[in-house]
């Protein structure tokens, strides 16, 4: 760690906690720590791009979702779900740019949960493996062509060095105001960031979806 995939940057992995069925469905597990960065439209300047941190916690009952930019790092977005976190900074960006969009957002694929790859990293950890109501998936790695053809598209790429500094100063800012969560990401390897193609794993089985999380 860190490593990017595709337009992630995970930062930590974090830890399954299997022995309790709110951290964990049929289709997503949801570990302790786990913390990823992504850019995205700014929810007080609307011309600007700023650095998300994402991570989860452990709330008393079940996880909890929280999500912090760069540009506001004393305000974080804490909800019992990666849908609900996400769907608030989807309102507050749509707000200020006066759009008429959608606020509904897919808190998987903002967390980064539905990636493959990364399902295929959580699913390795400790653990997974006895999440009783989770499903275990298949995965098949892609050939080099394909991978090739998904990053020259744009899906995937190796982050810019401002990027991986605005990163860095989002995450220390994040732990900062954060002191209990368990985004540990050393700040300091921010700038060593290991590339994982977006399209390195393409899952092979469809679990029916259940809860939005």
Not at 185 to 198: C, H, K, M, Q, Y
Request: proline share 6%; with cysteine; hydrophobic share 35%.
């Amino acid at each position: 760690m860190p490593v990017q995939v595709g337009i992630l940057v995970v930062l930590n992995l974090g830890r399954v906690v299997w022995d309790r069925d709110a951290f964990h469905n049929e289709r997503y597990i949801w570990p302790v720590g786990y913390t990823v960065q992504r850019e995205y439209y700014s929810m007080v300047d609307p011309h600007t791009d700023v650095i998300y941190t994402c991570w989860v916690s452990e709330g008393k009952d079940a996880p909890l979702f929280h999500v912090e930019a760069e540009d506001m790092p004393d305000a974080s977005i804490v909800a019992p779900t990666a849908t609900g976190a996400w769907t608030a900074v989807l309102r507050k960006v749509n707000q200020i740019r006066h759009r008429e969009h959608s606020n509904s957002a897919s808190g998987p694929d903002y967390f980064g949960f539905s990636h493959p790859t990364i399902a295929k990293m959580v699913q390795d950890l400790p653990g997974a493996d006895r999440c009783r109501t989770y499903v275990m998936q298949n995965f098949v790695e892609m050939k080099d062509r394909h991978v090739r053809g998904v990053v020259k598209k744009g899906r995937g790429g190796r982050p810019s060095i401002d990027m991986l500094n605005r990163g860095q100063r989002a995450l220390m800012a994040a732990s900062a105001s954060s002191p209990s969560s368990a985004h540990t990401a050393r700040p300091e390897e921010a700038g060593l960031v290991r590339r994982i193609s977006v399209a390195t794993l393409t899952n092979t089985i469809s679990a029916s979806e259940t809860s939005p999380s």
